[in-house]
């Protein structure tokens, strides 16, 4: 540890550029981490947190919601042939239109109130105490001076209602969610019968002749762009990585073979294999814990100062398990120069002369 210690502070220059580029790329990984949850989670936080186990659409939807469509004969059938809560589901887009303040976009979630369950209320009621006229906002709306028990009017249908109580993590294609009973009629906003996505099942699993079954992470990996989004962002973030430990890999080789001169009179003046190798781990990760620290504490800065509209979602337990992957990849790229350690001969190190 001394000697490692000791070389480091004699080449402050080569280990500070080789820190660089880690914090570098690492902040890189940080970000495209955070902006592929952020999006991901925009996208599709509402849907991650349906109040259901299982999702039943039709066969012609191909497992996308919104291609789905019911009658309420479907319902009604699907209701006979399934044990535990069933609640309908329409999925709407609309606009809120509020006099001098604008209009913004939404999407309302029409459910039965007396089946579907409670999200996550943070103020106000629950959906099942919901009486005529009444609605749950999702609290992003109260970005746009929305409050509670206010009075809001939809641009579609005219229709007026009041914010009866708030919920969090509920928004669907970076839209606010609004959770209506069916009293409301939003069912019928595109037609002049009523239309239904889907059947929310809370329930062991089951099959149906006809339709399509499956779980709601399914539904969210069908919507239309999801999987394609954050298989990309994967992508990225993979070789990201692969570079950042290539380039620390190949530094640390190089430095290796600068020094076999040295390396060679420190076997010959008894240093071994497993000390030298000791050396090379040691500054390998006191570098790697440098940069995960340097890297973290810039991106959570840099975050302070972004807008709030940037789709940024990170949380620390994911940032300490990308640091600790990063730190186990870059000690097993280290094993090179380790490798290489091994082969040092101190007599030909030192120029053997027969």
Do not use: C
Not at 127 to 137: K, P, Q, T
Not at 163 to 177: C, N, R
Not at 255 to 275: M, S
Not at 338 to 343: D, F, G
């Amino acid at each position: 540890m001394i000697l490692a210690w000791k070389e480091i502070s004699r080449n402050k220059v080569r280990y500070f550029l080789i820190s660089t580029i880690m914090v570098a790329i690492l902040f890189l990984v940080f970000f495209i981490t955070a902006l592929s949850n952020g999006l991901g989670y925009a996208d599709s936080a509402a849907m991650s947190n349906l109040k259901a186990d299982y999702v039943v659409l039709n066969k012609e939807a191909n497992g996308v919601l919104i291609k789905s469509g019911f009658s309420n004969k479907d319902i009604q059938e699907i209701e006979k042939k399934v044990e535990g809560d069933v609640s309908s589901l329409n999925v709407s887009i609309s606009t809120l239109d509020r006099e001098r303040k604008g209009s913004v976009d939404v999407v309302y979630f029409t459910v039965n109130k007396e089946t579907y369950g409670n999200p996550l209320i943070i103020e106000g009621k629950d959906i099942e105490e919901l009486l005529d006229g009444e609605v749950i906002a999702d609290e992003s709306l109260k970005k746009f001076g929305y409050s509670l028990n206010e009075k809001v009017k939809d641009s579609r249908t005219g229709k007026e209602m009041k914010i009866a109580g708030f919920t969090k993590d509920h928004v669907y294609s970076h839209m606010p969610v609004i959770f209506a009973d069916l009293s409301m009629g939003f069912q019928s906003m595109y037609s002049d019968t009523d239309i239904y996505n889907a059947v929310l099942v809370k329930g062991a699993d089951f099959t149906i002749a006809g339709y399509d079954v499956q779980t709601v992470q399914d539904t969210v990996d069908s919507m239309p762009g999801y999987a394609e989004t954050q298989g990309s962002f994967i992508v990225m973030k993979t070789f990201l990585i692969i570079i950042s430990v290539f380039v620390s890999s190949v530094f640390f080789y190089i430095i290796t073979i600068q020094k076999v001169h040295q390396l060679g009179i420190l076997k010959a003046l008894g240093a071994t294999t497993v000390d030298i190798s000791k050396t090379i781990l040691f500054q390998v990760s006191a570098l790697t814990l440098v940069g995960i620290v340097v890297s973290a504490f810039a991106f959570y800065g840099i975050v302070q100062v972004m807008p709030e509209e940037m789709p940024i979602a990170f949380s620390a337990n994911r940032m300490v398990w990308t640091g600790i992957l990063f730190l186990v990849l870059n000690m097993i790229g280290a094993m090179l120069s380790v490798w290489k350690v091994t082969k040092i001969d101190p007599l030909d190190a030192m120029g053997r002369v027969e």
